[in-house]
């Protein structure tokens, strides 16, 4: 692997009938996911293996990403719901060795705290460091390179809220 895309879902309507796995996407981040995806492709950041949650959100989120992404392999995946950094970690390791480029849609915190752990042991700047402890927006992307020996460093952040300025 030599990218990875960590990427938290887009904004989700507070409640559904099914609960909180059942929530849609609303209105705003069907825009928000839609842009990213646009975002994300121009800067020539294409995944050939995404592994996604398998909650409404994410799905969701995805399928409006890829429509930038053209041929993606897909994982969807109920152990991602609502995940730990360390589940996350260990399925972005398990695919590690089928990816060029890897994207992963999940949930807070899990998302947050694994690309936080990533900048830390990184050695990633203060300045780094303090743009990513104000939190992972919904829609937002943190971008890094894998080295030969599997280590990810910051390569770039994205939010929506970037791409309205």
């Known amino acids: 692997m030599q990218r990875l895309i960590i990427m938290r879902h887009a904004q989700a309507e507070k409640s559904a009938p099914g ?14 996911a839609l842009a990213m995806g646009r975002a994300l492709a121009e800067r020539g950041l294409r995944p ?14 995805w399928d409006a990403v890829s429509e930038a992404m053209g041929d993606v392999e897909v994982h969807l995946s109920p152990a991602l719901y609502n995940a730990s950094s360390d589940t996350l970690r260990r399925a972005v390791e398990a695919a590690e060795d089928t990816a060029g480029c890897l ?5 807070n915190p899990g998302v947050h705290q694994l690309a ?11 300045g780094v460091l303090d743009k990513m402890s104000g939190g992972f927006p919904t829609g937002a992307a943190a971008i890094f390179t894998v080295d030969v020996a599997g280590r990810p460093s910051y390569e770039g952040w ?8």
């Open 19 to 32: 609960g909180d796995i059942d929530r849609p996407l609303s209105k705003h981040g069907r825009h928000d």
């Open 48 to 61: 050939d293996t995404a592994l996604v949650s398998s909650a409404r959100r994410t799905h969701q989120t």
């Open 103 to 107: 994207l992963l849609v999940a949930h």
């Open 116 to 126: 936080v752990e990533y900048l830390i042991e990184s050695a990633a700047s203060p």
């Open 158 to 165: 994205l939010t929506p809220h970037d791409l309205e300025k």
